[in-house]
């Protein structure tokens, strides 16, 4: 179209790119909040350090979820199939996740009401499957996308699902999630320890440390895998960039670690996993010598790592298919239209500034240490 001054192959490069940010930026957002509350029952040990650990999230956790509506309103509007196939093939999947999101909100409104310690632990634990089992299962459907998807696509590109929730879990797929739950521990320990003092900041600090190194461990015990036992795909087709979407017009074979051709290709891409390494070790030495906002740089680079790197890896990729590799979608088949994509562009350019700016807005409000002292004089704290 004469009028769109961008290329749909360019759109398409752009959407890719916009989607691994708003992952990423719902990971260091929404992913403290996570973090903070898998630590709940440990970080904190008497009820007052629990309500200071809530008090630090409760303010922000509905603000930081518009990061997971924004990545899957860009996922419905930017790539309609990659939506269709994701969410009917990980509808089980998702379903525990929504079922784990309710109890955040649920667990802090309740949790309160009554005085009754055995209450209140329920509501703890209840918060803390809030916070773990989002992260761990966001790390399996990562784990998943790297294995190939059972999916395909009918003469009239209709989807269908082969597989079921308990062929997920694999053990590459749980690896992954374990390496996203380890991230987010690591981040929300991070967090508290910035945003509190006492024994509350020691615990998160000294659990911090152990899931730092256990991101570094299993990152590389994954890289690893992929490298030499994880069967990756490539187009072996020339594949059309700017013409319409149809997952079926090309061909793609497998081949044990094809998904590090990327690296060998554009060596520069190598910065990614080097961020997820060096950011766990900046957060190790951060937490050990009780710099915490050094801590949080070093959690919020391993994570930026981490995510890249399964970006990169999988480029052009989207959603490979194990079923019907020919049927994987990739950013050049998988996308809206030309004009979509544009129109999308600019209510993006309009929206994302205002989302940021009321997100530091928030944040610079809320800034500063929480301890029982200040909830106790707070008529609105949890």
Request: hydrophobic share 55%.
């Given at each position: 179209?004469?009028?769109?001054?961008?290329?749909?192959?360019?759109?398409?490069?752009?959407?890719?790119?916009?989607?691994?940010?708003?992952?990423?930026?719902?990971?260091?957002?929404?992913?403290?909040?996570?973090?903070?509350?898998?630590?709940?029952?440990?970080?904190?040990?008497?009820?007052?350090?629990?309500?200071?650990?809530?008090?630090?999230?409760?303010?922000?956790?509905?603000?930081?979820?518009?990061?997971?509506?924004?990545?899957?309103?860009?996922?419905?509007?930017?790539?309609?199939?990659?939506?269709?196939?994701?969410?009917?093939?990980?509808?089980?999947?998702?379903?525990?996740?929504?079922?784990?999101?309710?109890?955040?909100?649920?667990?802090?409104?309740?949790?309160?009401?009554?005085?009754?310690?055995?209450?209140?632990?329920?509501?703890?634990?209840?918060?803390?499957?809030?916070?773990?089992?989002?992260?761990?299962?966001?790390?399996?459907?990562?784990?998943?996308?790297?294995?190939?998807?059972?999916?395909?696509?009918?003469?009239?590109?209709?989807?269908?699902?082969?597989?079921?929730?308990?062929?997920?879990?694999?053990?590459?797929?749980l690896l992954c999630g374990l390496v996203s739950l380890s991230?987010?521990?690591?981040?929300?320990?991070?967090?508290?320890?910035?945003?509190?003092?006492?024994?509350?900041?020691?615990?998160?600090?000294?659990?911090?440390?152990?899931?730092?190194?256990?991101?570094?461990?299993?990152?590389?015990?994954?890289?690893?895998?992929?490298?030499?036992?994880?069967?990756?795909?490539?187009?072996?087709?020339?594949?059309?960039?700017?013409?319409?979407?149809?997952?079926?017009?090309?061909?793609?074979?497998?081949?044990?670690?094809?998904?590090?051709?990327?690296?060998?290709?554009?060596?520069?891409?190598?910065?990614?996993?080097?961020?997820?390494?060096?950011?766990?070790?900046?957060?190790?030495?951060?937490?050990?010598?009780?710099a915490p906002k050094t801590a949080l740089v070093g959690t919020?680079?391993?994570?930026?790592?981490?995510?890249?790197?399964?970006?990169?890896?999988?480029?052009?990729?989207?959603?490979?298919?194990?079923?019907?590799?020919?049927?994987?979608?990739?950013?050049?088949?998988?996308?809206?239209?030309?004009?979509?994509?544009?129109?999308?562009?600019?209510?993006?350019?309009?929206?994302?500034?205002?989302?940021?700016?009321?997100?530091?807005?928030?944040?610079?409000?809320?800034?500063?240490?929480?301890?029982?002292?200040?909830?106790g004089r707070n008529p609105n704290a949890y």
């Amino acid at each position: 179209m004469e009028f769109i001054p961008l290329s749909y192959e360019t759109l398409r490069v752009i959407w890719w790119l916009l989607l691994g940010i708003l992952l990423i930026g719902f990971a260091l957002m929404d992913g403290f909040d996570l973090g903070i509350g898998a630590l709940l029952p440990f970080a904190a040990r008497t009820d007052e350090e629990r309500r200071v650990l809530i008090n630090v999230v409760g303010p922000v956790w509905e603000g930081n979820q518009v990061w997971l509506i924004l990545g899957g309103g860009a996922i419905f509007a930017a790539w309609p199939p990659l939506y269709a196939v994701s969410f009917s093939g990980f509808y089980l999947a998702m379903l525990v996740v929504l079922v784990a999101l309710i109890l955040r909100p649920v667990g802090f409104k309740f949790r309160g009401k009554v005085e009754d310690q055995r209450w209140r632990d329920a509501w703890d634990w209840a918060l803390f499957v809030g916070g773990a089992v989002p992260a761990l299962i966001f790390g399996v459907a990562v784990g998943n996308v790297l294995l190939g998807v059972p999916f395909g696509f009918d003469d009239t590109l209709r989807a269908h699902y082969d597989g079921n929730f308990f062929g997920l879990l694999t053990p590459f797929a749980l690896l992954c999630g374990l390496v996203s739950l380890s991230m987010i521990v690591a981040h929300g320990a991070a967090v508290i320890a910035v945003r509190t003092k006492g024994p509350t900041a020691e615990r998160a600090r000294s659990y911090g440390r152990a899931a730092t190194l256990v991101t570094a461990v299993l990152f590389g015990i994954g890289g690893l895998w992929v490298a030499l036992g994880l069967d990756g795909y490539t187009v072996t087709s020339v594949q059309d960039t700017v013409g319409p979407s149809n997952p079926l017009a090309k061909s793609v074979s497998t081949a044990t670690g094809a998904w590090l051709a990327g690296y060998k290709a554009r060596p520069w891409t190598m910065i990614a996993p080097a961020l997820g390494f060096a950011g766990c070790i900046l957060a190790w030495f951060g937490l050990t010598a009780k710099a915490p906002k050094t801590a949080l740089v070093g959690t919020s680079t391993t994570i930026i790592g981490i995510i890249t790197t399964a970006g990169l890896s999988l480029f052009p990729f989207l959603l490979p298919s194990s079923l019907d590799p020919r049927a994987s979608l990739t950013v050049w088949d998988a996308s809206s239209s030309h004009l979509t994509l544009w129109t999308m562009l600019l209510a993006t350019c309009i929206f994302l500034p205002i989302i940021l700016a009321y997100t530091a807005w928030v944040y610079r409000v809320m800034r500063g240490t929480v301890t029982a002292d200040t909830i106790g004089r707070n008529p609105n704290a949890y």
